[in-house]
């Protein structure tokens, strides 16, 4: 019998005893993805056992619900400060955020520009801006603070530079891949035409990564108003400090209501930054959340692409100097100038001490001279690194328990996934709902309720990732080439086939990255959880904190930077690989 087996160029080739026999080799998979593959396997599996280490026990939990009942037993009702008090506290929380993320997105611009590989002017350059960012993202904003209110006076200064370095890390990270993801042509034919690599930077490079940057940019700041709460419990003024009073107090209701208002806050952030989208960026993707949909209903629409018409004022150098002011430009222009007057009144309001940044460079030796060198004190370093492992399964933990939620909640935000737009509606509201909520109160109210423990910052950090993972997912899904989704569909394919064979494929390379920034960002939350309680290396930052050993400060946020400097290895090794 002969059968008969393709060969790369179609033909057959004869066998020794006249049979008909393939010859070409079957594509291998690489050695370097199969250790990527099995690495991503090792990860799932430490993730289960860490879950299982933490010894999450719904019926232990329902057994601790008298603890609950006796916790708002003493709430007694909500409260909150007075309403002028509130106002301040509010206008000051935004303030130094708005602040600290404009320093931020500025500071990011030069860092991005050195990091990305199509730009930079060399490996040393790239190599230097990408450890700059990772080094703000591995100190949390909390020590940054710290550190901060040693050398300026206490107010909101120290928190809008803690703010503004930590935002540092992401923002420039976004950026950098922003730009390697550019056209290469507009940049290319500027440099040919004898360009400067200013102009190169302003015409080629910016006008593509904008609408990104602009997203970007807003995305951090929902980040930074949700972290602000943590900064009160390092001295920096505004809804943070009073929530912090508050609970040392013992006044959970005063605490909780505060909690409600930074609750709120973040939901009205989101609008507004859906508004802000809106105007500047029109039926660009980055408009895609539920609320774009409630505020830009139009953007729901689809309409064929028009062939592009080149406006009147645009035919000619002369006539492109006198452009008319039509509707659309006076909007943007007003956009464009109540955005400045916001940030101008953010700075206002934040009432900065300008003189502390003549004064502050005398305390710098005195300062340093505190955190360095770094020291385990009388922690031995073994305990030290159980309790950075500790940290590091918290985090893993909780990133798996994140990403199964994440996925259902972020395919059926998607608007290629969603079975209806009702179902994308609500699963785009319950992503924003969980969003809103702090970590760090939650994890106060789980320790009240759960008590002292890693359970407590696993289950919050849980919780609170499947509403920033499951918008990437969301975001990512809506972003693949729908040509293999519609082939599919044209051949009979059910949603669900579509979806497995089309959708995800597509994907999981995004969705590993998303993953591993979610293990990063866990990683430095678990840290700030621990800090109320929540158990790993943040106990051990806080007893430092407060007894004023700030070597031992110093000490754990290294093992912080060494542990996320592996993460991003990793990450970066998985996107290489998976590309």
């Not at 006044?251 to 989101?270: D, R, T």
């Not at 290294?558 to 090794?573: D, H």
Request: charged share 15%; glycine share 10%; with cysteine.
């Amino acid at each position: 019998m002969t059968t008969l087996t393709g060969t790369p160029t179609g033909a057959a080739t004869q066998g020794p005893r006249g049979s008909v026999s393939e010859r070409a080799p079957r594509p291998r998979i690489s050695p370097e993805r199969i250790a990527a593959s099995l690495t991503l396997v090792a990860l799932v599996v430490l993730g289960i056992l860490a879950v299982n280490e933490v010894g999450i026990s719904i019926p232990a939990m329902v057994e601790s619900w008298g603890n609950a009942e006796n916790f708002f037993a003493r709430v007694r009702g909500l409260s909150f400060p007075e309403a002028g008090d509130l106002i301040w506290l509010i206008a000051l929380t935004v303030g130094l955020v708005l602040t600290g993320t404009l320093l931020a997105a500025v500071l990011s611009v030069p860092i991005a520009y050195l990091a990305a590989s199509n730009t930079t002017p060399g490996n040393g350059w790239r190599l230097a801006a990408r450890f700059i960012g990772v080094l703000t993202r591995a100190i949390p904003d909390v020590v940054l603070a710290m550190a901060f209110v040693l050398m300026f006076s206490l107010g909101t200064l120290p928190g809008i530079l803690a703010i503004g370095i930590h935002s540092i890390g992401m923002i420039s990270k976004m950026f950098a891949d922003a730009i390697e993801q550019i056209d290469e042509g507009p940049r290319l034919a500027i440099r040919a035409a004898g360009g400067s690599k200013m102009q190169e930077f302003t015409s080629g490079v910016l006008p593509q990564v904008l609408p990104s940057w602009v997203a970007t940019v807003l995305h951090r700041n929902d980040i930074n108003l949700r972290g602000s709460v943590v900064l009160g419990y390092v001295g920096v003024a505004g809804l943070g400090l009073e929530m912090s009073y508050a609970f040392k107090a013992l006044n959970y209701g005063k605490g909780l209501g505060i909690a409600l208002v930074i609750f709120v806050l973040c939901i009205v952030m989101e609008i507004v930054s859906s508004l802000v989208r809106g105007a500047m960026l029109g039926q660009q993707q980055q408009t895609r959340s539920w609320i774009d949909r409630i505020v830009h209903p139009r953007l729901g629409v689809r309409t064929p692409a028009a062939p592009e018409v080149r406006a009147a004022w645009a035919a000619s150098p002369q006539t492109a100097v006198r452009r008319p002011w039509t509707g659309q430009r006076v909007r943007h222009t007003i956009a464009g100038a109540v955005a400045v007057l916001v940030v101008i009144g953010g700075v206002v309001v934040s009432d900065i001490n300008w003189l502390d940044f003549v004064t502050f460079w005398g305390r710098v030796p005195e300062v340093a001279a505190k955190f360095w060198p770094p020291s385990f004190g009388n922690y031995d370093a073994t305990v030290m690194i159980v309790a950075m492992r500790d940290t590091v399964a918290i985090a893993l933990a909780a990133t798996v328990l994140t990403l199964l939620p994440s996925l259902v909640l972020g395919s059926l935000a998607a608007s290629n996934v969603a079975p209806s737009r009702g179902a994308r509606g609500v699963a785009r509201f319950l992503l924003v709902g969980i969003r809103g909520i702090p970590e760090l109160i939650l994890a106060i109210v789980l320790v009240v309720i759960t008590g002292l423990g890693p359970q407590a910052g696993v289950i919050a950090l849980a919780i609170g990732g499947i509403g920033l993972l499951g918008k990437l997912i969301a975001d990512s899904f809506e972003e693949v080439d729908r040509g293999p989704e519609r082939a599919l569909r044209a051949v009979g394919a059910t949603r669900l086939q579509t979806y497995t064979s089309a959708t995800v494929p597509q994907g999981t390379r995004a969705l590993i990255g998303h993953s591993f920034y979610m293990l990063d960002t866990n990683i430095r939350a678990a840290t700030i959880l621990g800090i109320v309680g929540g158990g790993g290396v943040g106990y051990y930052l806080l007893n430092a904190s407060q007894g004023s050993r700030y070597e031992t400060v110093t000490a754990i946020v290294l093992m912080i930077l060494a542990t996320v400097l592996v993460v991003e290895g990793l990450a970066m090794w998985m996107r290489k690989v998976f590309r």
